[in-house]
């Protein structure tokens, strides 16, 4: 199956399909977002969760887009589905029932953009310190080195130290 | 033996002392320099490699380069072994408490070798995940600048370290 033809054939029920840079990215609503990746995995083959990430989009509503980078073990062909969130309501379904894989990813989108996917069974953080406050990884978030969190003692980065 | 190879002792004289000293046969010094001279020639570091200086560490402890010409080349698997920690690659903030719980399970005396500048100073690494300076979470004896440090400078700063051992150590 050709890229095309793999559009055309998302695109019969999601209408909102967009081929670029040799991949295809299917938009879906955040409510018909476990209906969709089932019915693509019955449909299309689409039975492995390769990644889930997201992007931080500030100022523009949806601001958030979490993206589910999906693979067929059988065609061999792949498909991205996005869900946009806005900025005061970053919730989404866990998708870990259909996927166990998109546990840790799950956890790690949490971690670093503080979208939280309900229904996870544990949603907590994966790879920052468990007491880090903040999700480094949204664009609002401050640039530069932080201070040193350790036992409770704050120490300013290098380039902020006084002399 | 030749006077000069007396150097290390640390007597305290002049190598025209320590002739004449050798000839009557006797040869004196304090305890301290004795001990400190004895701690200098057999340090013990500990694998602490987080990253790419890890490599330039372990190429210094090869063939090589040969660390053994000052008696260290065995990097002890336990800090309960060791007294040299030579942090080599970035730490992350996560790693942090993990690097200060093997700090503190070394025996005293100890000392710490920061290798690199990500170790130093945070680096290119100026964001929420490294930790800015390892000496923010242990003291810090010997700084090795570089990108990473070539086992060259790796070891200039190790005789560094000798030297202060052997000149400012202590025993307590």
Request: aromatic letters at 8%.
């Given at each position: 199956?050709?890229?095309?033809?793999?559009?055309?054939?998302?695109?019969?029920?999601?209408?909102?399909?967009?081929?670029?840079?040799?991949?295809?990215?299917?938009?879906?609503?955040?409510?018909?977002?476990?209906?969709?990746?089932?019915?693509?995995?019955?449909?299309?083959?689409?039975?492995?969760?390769?990644?889930?990430?997201?992007?931080?989009?500030?100022?523009?509503?949806?601001?958030?887009?979490?993206?589910?980078?999906?693979?067929?073990?059988?065609?061999?062909?792949?498909?991205?589905?996005?869900?946009?969130?806005?900025?005061?309501?970053?919730?989404?379904?866990?998708v870990?029932?259909?996927?166990?894989?998109?546990?840790?990813?799950?956890?790690?989108?949490?971690?670093?953009?503080?979208?939280?996917?309900?229904?996870?069974?544990?949603?907590?953080r994966?790879?920052?310190?468990?007491?880090?406050?903040?999700?480094?990884?949204?664009?609002?978030?401050?640039?530069?080195?932080?201070?040193?969190?350790?036992?409770?003692?704050?120490?300013?980065p290098v380039?902020?130290?006084?002399t | 033996?030749?006077?000069?190879?007396?150097?290390?002792?640390?007597?305290?004289?002049?190598?025209?002392?320590?002739?004449?000293?050798?000839?009557?046969?006797?040869?004196?010094?304090?305890?301290?320099r004795?001990?400190?001279?004895?701690?200098?020639?057999?340090?013990?570091p500990?694998?602490?490699?987080?990253?790419?200086?890890?490599?330039?560490?372990?190429?210094?402890?090869?063939?090589?380069?040969?660390?053994?010409?000052?008696?260290?080349?065995?990097?002890?698997?336990s800090?309960?072994?060791?007294?040299?920690?030579?942090v080599?690659?970035?730490?992350?903030?996560?790693?942090?408490?993990?690097?200060?719980?093997v700090?503190?399970?070394?025996?005293?005396?100890?000392?710490?070798?920061?290798?690199?500048?990500?170790?130093?100073?945070?680096?290119?690494?100026?964001?929420?995940?490294?930790?800015?300076?390892?000496d923010?979470?242990?003291?810090?004896?010997?700084?090795?600048?570089?990108?990473?440090?070539?086992?060259?400078?790796?070891?200039?700063?190790?005789?560094?370290?000798?030297?202060?051992?052997?000149?400012?150590?202590?025993?307590?």
């Amino acid at each position: 199956m050709t890229l095309a033809e793999l559009a055309d054939r998302v695109r019969t029920r999601y209408p909102d399909v967009a081929v670029a840079r040799d991949e295809v990215t299917v938009v879906v609503g955040r409510e018909e977002l476990l209906e969709a990746l089932g019915a693509l995995r019955l449909e299309l083959g689409l039975d492995s969760m390769v990644s889930v990430t997201a992007t931080d989009w500030p100022g523009r509503d949806p601001r958030f887009w979490v993206a589910y980078e999906l693979y067929s073990n059988e065609h061999r062909h792949r498909l991205r589905v996005k869900v946009g969130l806005s900025e005061d309501d970053a919730r989404i379904p866990s998708v870990t029932a259909a996927f166990p894989t998109a546990d840790w990813h799950e956890r790690e989108t949490y971690d670093f953009y503080g979208i939280v996917f309900e229904g996870h069974p544990d949603l907590r953080r994966i790879l920052l310190p468990e007491d880090w406050e903040g999700w480094p990884l949204r664009k609002t978030e401050e640039l530069g080195g932080v201070n040193t969190r350790f036992h409770g003692a704050f120490i300013p980065p290098v380039d902020r130290r006084s002399t | 033996m030749p006077v000069e190879r007396l150097e290390g002792f640390q007597t305290g004289r002049t190598t025209q002392e320590d002739e004449q000293e050798l000839k009557r046969g006797l040869l004196l010094t304090t305890v301290e320099r004795a001990v400190n001279w004895a701690r200098k020639q057999s340090m013990w570091p500990v694998t602490f490699g987080l990253a790419c200086c890890a490599i330039e560490m372990m190429a210094t402890g090869a063939g090589d380069y040969d660390l053994s010409r000052w008696g260290m080349e065995l990097f002890r698997a336990s800090p309960r072994q060791a007294d040299l920690m030579i942090v080599a690659g970035r730490v992350s903030q996560k790693m942090a408490p993990v690097l200060r719980t093997v700090y503190d399970q070394m025996p005293e005396p100890k000392w710490v070798i920061s290798m690199g500048v990500c170790v130093s100073a945070g680096g290119m690494f100026t964001n929420y995940a490294i930790v800015q300076g390892v000496d923010t979470i242990v003291p810090v004896d010997i700084y090795v600048p570089g990108c990473p440090p070539k086992p060259e400078m790796l070891m200039y700063g190790i005789l560094r370290l000798h030297e202060k051992v052997r000149t400012q150590g202590h025993i307590t």
